[in-house]
């Protein structure tokens, strides 16, 4: 009987190593590709956040009022040397921050003010946010005593302990405006956060990005950070009591002590520059 031929295994071997690496090449070429679409992505969101950023702060700034029709999108292509997606994203963009309206089959036109949403963190970033401080003190004399009354109910003795920890580390911060207003939010962020009441808190958090820009000038006033730890410690010792009178009376206090902080800032010749965004 003839001796058969011994199995190849170094062929067949080979042609197994080869199909996993064809596979492996499809695979590669596939999350090439895949990546090369996430970055086509990623450059056009850059470039329409440029357009979107340049119409915010040219609406902020006045240099189109409401009801101005915005140029055609051909027109606005050319201007910014963009493809037409990438200039209907800013569009949308716009449109769902309140700025314009964006109808189909018209020219898109500037918002009338009311729709604008004045707290955009985009918006807040490339206008003079010095306008809308008193509508921000309006909404806070609305809220946070109220907050506070019901964070003298509710309050546990951690809500208390974060607080004053805090309010601690705020009195030591006295060479930086930025921490100054980071922990100033943080300490009216944990009464909120006190009142076990999530729309309160959600409330509260999505007035601190104008809070902020507030804080950060109001503090050049002199005076300005020893007043607002006078009140935050009677606000302290209303809640360490459960006193919701107490508590709510010291907030409202508070806040026309930081009325009258921002009614000195108008009164300062000159308002400062909004931030430049590349």
Same mark, same amino acid.
Not at 25 to 46: H, K, L, N, P, S
């Given at each position: 009987m003839p001796d058969r031929p011994a199995p190849d295994r170094h062929n067949r071997m080979t042609a197994g190593q080869t199909?996993?690496?064809?596979?492996?090449?499809?695979?590669?070429?596939?999350?090439?590709?895949?990546?090369?679409?996430?970055?086509?992505?990623?450059?056009?969101?850059?470039?329409?956040?440029?357009i979107v950023n340049d119409y915010l702060r040219r609406i902020g700034a006045g240099e189109v009022s409401p009801g101005d029709p915005l140029p055609p999108e051909s027109v606005l292509c050319d201007s910014y040397g963009v493809g037409r997606s990438v200039v209907r994203e800013a569009l949308q963009a716009l449109d769902a921050k309140g700025f314009i309206i964006v109808r189909q089959g018209s020219v898109a036109v500037v918002a009338p003010k009311f729709r604008w949403h004045v707290l955009d963190q985009d918006f807040l970033t490339v206008t003079n946010p010095r306008e809308y401080f008193s509508m921000l003190q309006e909404a806070r004399e609305l809220l946070e005593p109220h907050i506070a009354a019901i964070a003298a109910e509710r309050a546990s003795d951690e809500n208390i302990e974060e607080i004053a920890a805090i309010d601690a580390r705020l009195a030591a911060a006295r060479d930086s405006a930025e921490e100054h207003a980071e922990?100033?939010? @943080?300490?009216?962020? *944990? =009464?909120?956060? @006190?009142?076990?009441? *999530? =729309?309160?808190?959600?409330?509260?958090?999505? =007035?601190t990005g104008l809070g902020y820009r507030a804080r950060v000038e109001s503090v050049a006033v002199p005076g300005a950070v020893d007043r607002a730890l006078l009140w935050h410690g009677q606000i302290l010792d209303a809640l360490r009591a459960g006193d919701v009178i107490a508590a709510s009376s010291a907030m409202h206090l508070h806040l026309r002590q930081v009325r009258g902080e921002l009614e000195r800032l108008d009164a300062e010749p000159g308002s400062p520059e909004p931030e430049e965004t590349a």
């Open positions: 199909g996993r690496r064809g596979g492996s090449g499809r695979f590669r070429r596939a999350a090439d590709e895949a990546q090369r679409g996430r970055w086509r992505i990623v450059a056009r969101t850059r470039l329409s956040n440029a922990l100033d939010i @943080a300490f009216h962020d *944990a =009464i909120a956060r @006190a009142t076990d009441n *999530a =729309i309160l808190v959600s409330m509260h958090a999505s =007035i």
